[in-house]
């Protein structure tokens, strides 16, 4: 067994992009190096010279344009990493039969037979695509939930079972079942595309042409009906944050938080826009109800323009559906980096609906990062309706003793009114910032 986390420099090249843009990261070739616990991977053999030497360039490459541009430029492959693309027969594999491949990798690419044989005589490694699973594993983007929604078909609500999202849930459910092993190559599969979705979500979030997102996390129940005023509220809170330039990531899934991607999506919009899309979803208040799905599709047509939002959804709750709010999702086959890496890019602090176990979980999650200032200084914490989290569910009493001579002392705040919450996280903003 071989175990390595190198740290390398990686330049992101999209599609419409001239220049190549370094930046340094830890990177194993199964794994996002931002969060070391789940970023160490087990092999069965030594790896490869491309990653034995450290410090060196990677160039991730992830469309056939992107690959032509990289060979009229550098006229070499050395140290590049081609991503889920289609060659097989195209100009562009011609080209690249042409240079060696040493130190170069293919993940998912289609390939001639050929070209293949090119690859391995020269010095690449391929990372063949997998048969018969129903998602990619190594996919280049993130989901839209046009895609997850792929198959359902409107006022037939038991269509809901024959979208691309069920048809993936019913695969990962079927290999987990009983406590059994998981089969190896299926374990592969879901691991290689949980990395993938890391490195699209890092692209999301920290764009090679812009600055970084300025993330803050919205939590909460997924029972949580859409007929009820703290639904609402959530999604207020959600609209303000997001027109004030932050930028709301869930748990993508019903409740809480729908509410939060909704109001973040409806931020362009009057606040009279975000009322009439609540009363609409609020003939189906329940994420069991047949028109659940119906009515956020009609909320969806009627405010075809939206804000963007991030939804990091797991198969492992596969069961609730993913909300159609947010326009990227993020969603992962281990709830445990999901969970983790969800509160990881929350830096700009996490807003806490009412909830049960599995955000009071989060919550002390939340707590550990910030008292240890896990990835950098602790942010806010604040729990909206103060009732429920000091007396039905007292856990802010606790935090706050908790946080006592910590990092995170002046970080927790809990309240029920939607301006408090959004000044709160502002303002703190704007420390971090100056």
Not at 27 to 52: D, K, N
Not at 281 to 296: E, G, I, M
Not at 315 to 337: C, D, M, Q, R
Request: proline share 7%.
């Amino acid at each position: 067994m071989v175990l390595f986390e190198p740290a390398v420099t990686v330049a992101s090249m999209g599609p419409s992009e001239e220049q190549v843009v370094v930046e340094r990261v830890a990177v194993t070739p199964l794994s996002v190096g931002r969060r070391s616990p789940t970023s160490l991977i087990f092999f069965p053999f030594a790896p490869t010279s491309m990653y034995e030497c450290c410090p060196y360039e990677v160039i991730e490459i992830e469309s056939s344009e992107a690959l032509r541009r990289h060979l009229d430029r550098e006229g070499s492959l050395r140290n590049v990493v081609v991503q889920g693309i289609d060659l097989a027969g195209s100009d562009v594999e011609a080209a690249l039969t042409t240079v060696p491949a040493e130190d170069a990798c293919f993940l998912g690419c289609q390939l001639s037979d050929a070209a293949e044989q090119h690859v391995r005589e020269t010095g690449g490694t391929i990372f063949p695509d997998f048969v018969g699973v129903p998602f990619r594993p190594y996919r280049a983007s993130l989901y839209s939930p046009d895609e997850l929604m792929e198959g359902y078909e409107r006022g037939q609500p038991d269509t809901r079972n024959q979208t691309v999202d069920a048809r993936i849930y019913r695969y990962f459910k079927d290999r987990k079942r009983d406590g059994r092993d998981v089969p190896i190559m299926d374990a592969l599969a879901f691991r290689i595309h949980d990395h993938a979705i890391d490195n699209a979500l890092r692209d999301l979030l920290s764009p090679d042409d812009g600055p970084d997102r300025q993330v803050v996390g919205i939590m909460g129940g997924h029972q949580l009906a859409r007929d009820t005023d703290l639904y609402r509220r959530v999604a207020r809170v959600a609209r303000r944050l997001t027109r004030a330039g932050l930028f709301v990531a869930t748990g993508g899934g019903p409740g809480a938080m729908e509410a939060a991607n909704l109001g973040a999506a409806l931020a362009p919009h009057a606040p009279a826009a975000l009322n009439d899309a609540v009363d609409t979803l609020a003939a189906a208040p329940h994420y069991t109800d047949d028109a659940y799905l119906d009515r956020a599709l009609d909320v969806c047509e009627r405010y075809p323009d939206r804000a963007e939002s991030l939804a990091v959804p797991t198969w492992f709750y596969g069961h609730e559906p993913s909300n159609l709010f947010s326009t990227h999702v993020a969603k992962y086959f281990a709830n445990s980096i999901r969970e983790d890496g969800l509160l990881a890019i929350a830096t700009y602090g996490v807003v806490y609906a009412p909830g049960s176990a599995g955000t009071i979980q989060e919550v002390f999650m939340d707590a550990a990062q910030n008292h240890y200032e896990t990835f950098g200084p602790a942010s806010p914490m604040v729990f909206l309706d103060r009732t429920y989290w000091t007396e039905t569910k007292p856990v802010y009493p606790l935090m706050e003793t908790l946080a006592t001579d910590t990092p995170f002392e002046d970080c927790l705040t809990a309240t029920d009114d939607v301006e408090a919450t959004v000044s709160f996280i502002e303002d703190h903003a704007a420390t971090r910032e100056a």
